[in-house]
């Protein structure tokens, strides 16, 4: 135990120095600070793009999903791919408008591409409220990480207050370049012990990878079926299609960053071809998932499977790397959401105009966000579990806009817009915390989006009706 706790905290330190390594120099504004004044290359693009999708959720989750739900825990296989696909095609245009516009959040491109201050100020709102409770998944999962592991809720909580202090310093230190820096360590590490978790665990439990499956097909064969239930075809099917929505048009607050800091667009086309192979990696932990059926008790803690497994398969030493790739995954995504929240703030909700003071509340939001991230991961760890539902299905309201905002003449002005995104939100917050029944399986997101679509439909229509009889009076 001792092993494991020593190669933890080290890990946790090493990742805050390297985010520490990755400043050249003093970021001379808000733009290299927050894109890297927009000259990573592909390689740096690629692990920065990537530890977007790798996170808590991808490394413990994916295999907790698997455990818990069987087959379903699939519907996170597609998605990603789905967007980037879609951003292929879109990435060129996106980052040429960022460039000449001098975007640095999907705050800015809105209230540009609609001329709306109040769009894009309700956008960024809307983005840190859905991306808050994101941020503190990644420090509590920090923190059940190291108490998994060491069965000591306080070393789960210092680990907490240690990484979370790192995370900060570091992200005020080195910005976005901090991030990629770290990001190169985290996707390693993370993929060695992968590897080796689907090699060892199977073997050591079943006698391998197929014969996991092969079991699990005569003893738990539901688990390879969709079946009815809180998992059912429609779940699935919705669920996919608001997370590809989502991640294809951008909604997600964090992502803008990281999309702006290319060198060109041929790197980004570059990326988004090959990433889809790359999210596959996503089956490695899934594939652990599988083997805990077999035996781990139903009534355990399904996003502890991975650990579990790993102590009980693994020497001490290796163990601790285990546990050093988990808390990557959860200390980079973190330092990535913090600088999206804190741009938003600084950019589009607080609004001044001197560039040095928009630095300062920048920097502030960084350290309000995460103390506030951390009081309530250690105090209050449920306190936000109901918002993190409005996560994306919240967010992909957003998606009408950003697609309006993507052609070169956007055909609608802001107020279809901003009563589309008024009505999608309203609908995605009443069937998730009043009627929740309502829709039954079917993604809230989805019936948001419908409505949100619906909404701003008729209401260009009617506003394009009004203006008519105006413009005739004018010619007589």
Known sequence: MTTIVVFTFAGIVLI????????????????EWTVGGRKFGALTMWFLQAGEVFTTFTFLGMAGLAFSGGVAAMYALPYVPIGYIVLFFLAKRLWTLGKE????????????????????????????L?????????????????????????????????????????????????????????????????????????????GGISAVFHKIEQL????????????????????????????????????????????????????????????????????????????????????????????DVLPPWATGLVVVAAIATAMVPAAGILIGISSLVARNIVR???????????????????????????????????????????????APANALGFLRRVPVGKVPVLAGLVSGEV???WLTFVDTHLAGNFNAGLVGLGVNVVVL????FATRRAEVPEKTGELV
């Open 352 to 398: 001044v105009r001197s560039e040095r003071r928009q630095f300062w509340i920048n920097h502030g939001t960084v350290v309000i966000a995460s103390a506030l991230a951390l009081v309530l991961g250690i105090f209050r760890p449920d306190l936000l579990a109901n918002l993190l539902l409005l996560t994306f299905s919240g967010s992909v309201q957003l």
């Open 220 to 311: 738990h064969p539901d688990k390879l079926i969709i079946h009815a239930g809180a998992n059912d075809h429609v779940w699935f099917i919705t669920s996919m299609l608001v997370s590809a929505i989502g991640v294809g048009l951008m909604t997600l607050p964090h992502s803008w960053p990281a999309l702006m800091s290319a060198r060109d667009p041929k790197v980004l086309r570059r990326n988004y071809t090959w990433m889809p192979v790359y999210e596959l990696c996503l089956m490695l932990p899934m594939i652990v998932g599988f083997a805990a059926i077999l035996v781990v008790p139903k009534t355990a803690n399904s996003n502890g499977v991975l650990l579990s497994l790993s102590k």
């Open 101 to 128: 516009r001098g975007y640095l959040t999907q705050g800015d491109f809105l209230q540009d591409r609609f001329g709306s201050k109040a769009l894009g100020t309700l956008s960024a709102v809307l983005g840190v």
């Open 16 to 31: 805050g120095v390297l985010g520490f390594v990755g400043r050249r120099k003093p970021a001379a504004d808000l733009a």
């Open 130 to 206: 859905f991306v808050l409770p994101y941020l503190q998944l990644q420090i509590t999962g920090l923190g059940l990480i190291v108490k998994l592991v060491t069965g000591d809720a306080a070393s789960g909580t210092l680990s907490m207050v240690i990484g979370c202090a790192l995370v900060v310093a570091f992200v005020l230190w080195a910005g976005l370049r901090g991030v990629a820096t770290t990001s190169y360590f985290k996707d390693a590490i993370m993929l060695v012990v992968l590897v080796v978790l689907i090699v060892a665990i199977p073997t050591h439990f079943a």
């Open 457 to 460: 439909l008729l209401v260009a």
């Open 427 to 429: 609908v995605v917050l």
